[in-house]
């Protein structure tokens, strides 16, 4: 009971060549197919209630947002006209675009705009700061709906064109009713494609089909802004996990595009003459040392301050980028090199050379008593991987005692929300890493949160990050939100909401026949065509 | 025959019973929580629990067992946690690789294994028996995945003959289909083809010595069909035997290589399942698999009882 | 002595280079080797060289270090099984053997556990617990006891038929002493050889459960897991994975070679049934 399809071209190529095809024609290939290995898994496609970074990516694809953000991540109309704001900033009123179908044929009304951004409200940090201020959202007519708010709201673009996860997606109302804690099961949008659920092979491959219905806007693209014009008929999204054997297949032109080459194979794909290896993301990763301050050690300042003194990020940045300077930077702040809000304010503790001695005089002053330290460590992603075992190098240094608890991704995303004691099923440390894209304002940074027991895993605790916060959402300013940033990433420092282990930057390869490859924070598949 | 088929068939039913409850409770006290993979990377611990109780895992453990119990006979092998596609339909997407793969991993291993196991039992004690056993006793020590990576390196990267991974349907041509599987199983059959030359060579040896074989060489008759007619005949059974033993052996090394050669088999599909506890898909790939062994051993019996009568009994 | 090496090969040959293994792993310390955690990310993968025999790997660890105190790990975990699965396998079996009542039952539940292929069902148990050396143990013995109680079980039952042992019990010999006196001293033979092959069996299987990353943290360097990260590298920096592959490969191979040269010596007509 296999699952292939078999399309008029299909059968042309198996009546031609049955015994005789080279293994080149062995797959459905030609230039209008685009075959992708995607970062990870694609395990659903609910970008709105699952917020992995990779169903985000395959989101862009069938579904679309209000507005989109350009490369100055400035939101442009995509699935509107325009809007009205009035000069209070509390009401908001918006118009859809003629025309806009939904690929089963029915078309983009008012009343899916309205139970899709319910839906997401719930969901996304922005959405529910827009919830609690809201008095009323509701429909003019098919095409025109408005916000009415008790509170002014200036991002209101900005929220309903991110491409942060989870984006603002419109999708039909009956499946925008799904409860938003559960995942959709139909994947019908607006969007340039359309998913193949009948040739979903989870796990391994993911089929996207042009939908002959869309009709794209005048403006040139610029990542979600603008006209998307999609130069396949078909993107296969094809699931390697083992990397040797995805840059074996990008090698041999078995695959287009690799989404993410590991470091060291880098060089090897670099030196192929029909391989292009850039940077895509300029705006990079913030790598990420998470511990738990409800608990002994970290729960005293002074214990996560000898941490900050100890830890090297040349050290991590080494280990995750494969060697490779030109990924990486030092970086002290939360926010993202290179972009508005960006400051080192407050961060002199993590620069400069390392002081292990007076880091453990710190710690003794913190009470510390040689208990045991638990290090969770997801050892089946190779950044985390590797900021587990420098972290567990360091933690040594300074004479603590660890734990070091080698287990896979789903469970350490499990433990992580566990508030209980380390000893009893609980943890001291972890790992992860943020998309440069979600840490370069307070909106969509929910890792920045220091609401106590509200807050992300971990539960930092700084009224002076959340106050900082909230003079941001109110900045009426770029000067004003400048200083807001400034004062967060001080409060961040003092009381060490985490430890960011580095700045680096990923490498994707492609074939060289492949143009239109764009820089962005997620692949734009739009305006890509193979020659 | 029949008798003796039936009388086999019956006494699966048991194991399989076994099997079941061994799996279905082997996941159930088994730690990790789908629910937070569910919901994602920013969520917080009531969205987690809310997910947790609508996936059902908190009910008791008997009542969940004969609930599944009950659609596994009607053919329901529940649906997955995060594909939201039924167990069934993403076993079925994926039959055909690794049902491929193991079959013409058994046909290529009997293939060379037993000629290679003959002619070191008809010369045994000589060079040739050396080196054959040698290469038996390398197919059993060198891990699977390490051959796999070689003869990718070699054949694939440096030669360029053979694709490097992935897997074609057998609809899209027969060179196509084979071209992506003759690296896998050549590194699948090397631990294949050592078990059952051994085998092989034991058996004809041990046939080999017996009167009747010697009388018949002292009558005169040549060695060649001596072997082919009658000692290999008596030796088949335990051949036949190993080779439904070694079943085991091959869905854990596909499992292996699958991952190797990236191809969308049921030995990935549960590996992932497992990672990620994925209840549903490892319950049902597990009991697939031990059904098709038990499967594969019965008709063993039945072929060894019709090979040598005295079974029957 | 040479004599007996010549007649022999399989348990000299085997035999040498498994002491000789066991020597290295048991004197790491003491072979020129580092502290196997001590990393350097500044130094990583790095060809071998004067200074790093095997190179380093990715978090610049020194690979030749890791290989030997790797073999502490791989060798205790094939001795541990094999050691376990003999001595529960001998106990299952036995007990099978002569009670009755015990047989259908206890038969039937290995039965169940051999339908689950060996490698799903070790994978299966390390994904209940975390990764660790003893649960390796713990779960590659589970996986491979019913093979071994079904062999001792077999045994039990034709010894049970032989004319001396029916004698024995119709004289009214307790059955203790007649399991210790009778039973066990013709076991010890089938089992040792089983035992060997399950040890080198048992090898493998951690290196394909690390390989899998269902094996030992990666704390505790052991040849599976060492291949296991260098397995994305194989292409570039092949030596990662070529070192421990290729002493997992010698010590199974020497382990293979003892099982087939104990067999020989022992019984020749276990041949056929194993």
Known sequence: MTNVNLGRRD???????????????????????????????????????????????????????????????????????????????????????????????????????????????????????????????????????????????????????????????IMPERIAKTDPFQLIKEYVGSGPMRFRADEWVPGSRAVFEQFAGYKPREEKADWLAGGRHMLFDRIEWQILPDPATAGAALQSGEVDWWELPIPDLVPLLKRNKDIVVDILDPLGNLGSLRMNHLYPPFNDPRARHALLMAVSQTDYMEAVCGGDDS????????????????????????????????????????????????????????????????????????????????????????????????????????????????????????????????????????????????????????????????????????????????????????????????????????????? | MWRYAGRRALSTIPVMAIVALFVFSLLYIAPGDPAAIIAGDQASAEDIARIHASLGLDRPFLVRFAEWLWDVARGDLGTSIFANLTVTHMIGQRVEPTLSLMALTLVFSIVVAVP??????????????????????????????????????????????LPVQGYTPLSRGVWPWLSNLILPVLALGAIYIALIARITRASMLEVLGQDYIRTARAKGLGLAPILFLHALKNASVPIVTVIGLGVALLIGGAVVTESVFAIPGIGRLVVDAILRRDYPVIQGVTLMFSFLYVLVNLVVDVLYSLLDPRIRQ | MIRWARRNPGIAVGGLLLALILLAAILAPVLFTV??????????????????????????????????????????????????????????????????????????????????PPILLAVALMALTRGSVQNVIIAITIAEIPRVSRLVRGVVLSLRELPYVEAAIAAGTRTPRLIWRHILPNTLAPLTVQASYICASAMITEAILSFIGAGTPPIVPSWGNIMAEGRALWQVKPFIVFFPAAALSVTVLAVNLLGDGLRDALDPRLARRL
């Open chain 1, 11 to 169: 059968v042309l190529k198996l009546a031609a060549g049955a015994a005789l095809a080279a293994p080149a024609i062995a797959r459905a290939d030609g230039p209008r197919v685009l075959r992708f290995v995607p970062q990870a898994n694609l395990s659903s496609l609910d970008a709105v209630a699952g917020t992995q970074y990779v169903v985000r990516n395959a989101a862009t694809m069938v579904w679309e947002t209000l507005y989109g953000v350009d490369s100055t991540f400035t939101a442009q109309p995509q699935m509107c006209e325009g809007h009205e704001v009035s000069a209070d900033f509390k009401t908001w009123t918006f118009k859809l675009r003629p025309g806009l179908t939904f690929h089963d044929g029915s078309a983009v009304t008012t009343r899916d705009v309205l139970a899709s951004l319910q839906r997401w409200m719930v969901r996304d940090t922005m959405g529910q700061v827009i919830h609690g201020r809201l008095d009323a959202l509701e429909a003019i007519d098919d095409r025109s709906f408005r916000f009415r708010l008790n509170k002014p709201f200036t991002k209101m673009l900005f929220a309903l064109g991110k491409s942060n996860a989870p984006m603002a997606l």
């Open chain 3, 35 to 116: 502290d196997p955690t001590a990393l350097a990310p500044a130094r990583r993968t790095r060809p071998p060289s004067a200074q790093h025999w095997f190179g380093t790997d990715m978090l610049g660890r020194d690979i030749y270090s890791r290989v030997v105190f790797g073999g502490r790990v791989s060798l205790v975990v094939g001795f541990a099984v094999a050691a376990l699965t003999s001595i529960v396998g001998l106990v299952i079996g036995v007990l099978a053997g002569f009670v009755r009542l015990l047989d259908n039952v206890v038969m039937r539940a290995m039965d169940g556990l051999m339908a689950v």
């Open chain 2, 116 to 161: 290679l196991g003959v002619l070191a039992a008809a010369k045994a004690g000589s060079w040739i028996d050396r080196l054959v056993m040698l290469f038996a006793v390398l197919g059993f020590s060198v891990p699977v995945f390490v051959v796999g990576y070689v003869l990718a390196y070699v054949f694939a990267l440096q030669l360029d003959w």
């Open chain 1, 327 to 531: 990924l990486w930077q030092e970086t002290a702040s939360f926010f993202t090199p290179g972009t508005a809000l960006f400051t080192e304010d407050g961060g002199g503790q993590l620069k400069g050379p390392r002081n292990y001695d007076a880091a453990k005089k710190l710690l003794a002053e913190s009470g510390y008593n040689g208990e045991k330290v638990i290090l969770m460590v997801a050892t089946d992603i190779s950044i985390t991987k590797a900021e587990g075992d420098v972290t567990a190098d360091v933690l040594g240094k300074i004479g603590m005692n660890v734990d070091y608890q080698a287990l896979d991704w789903g469970t350490v995303g499990a433990r992580r929300s566990k508030k209980d004691p380390p000893g009893k099923g609980g943890w001291n440390i972890f790992h992860t890493w943020h998309a440069g894209a979600d840490c370069i304002n307070p909106a969509a940074y929910t890792a920045l949160d220091a609401g106590g027991a509200k807050a992300w895993f971990g539960w930092p605790n700084s009224p002076a990050v959340e106050e900082g916060i909230v003079a941001w959402y109110d900045a009426a300013d770029a000067a004003a939100e400048k200083a807001a940033a400034a004062a967060i990433n001080r409060a961040a420092f003092e009381d060490v909401v985490y430890i960011p282990t580095g700045f680096f930057r990923q490498y994707q390869a492609w074939r060289g026949n492949l143009t239109g490859v764009v820089k962005s924070p997620f692949p734009v598949f739009w305006g890509v065509q193979k020659t």
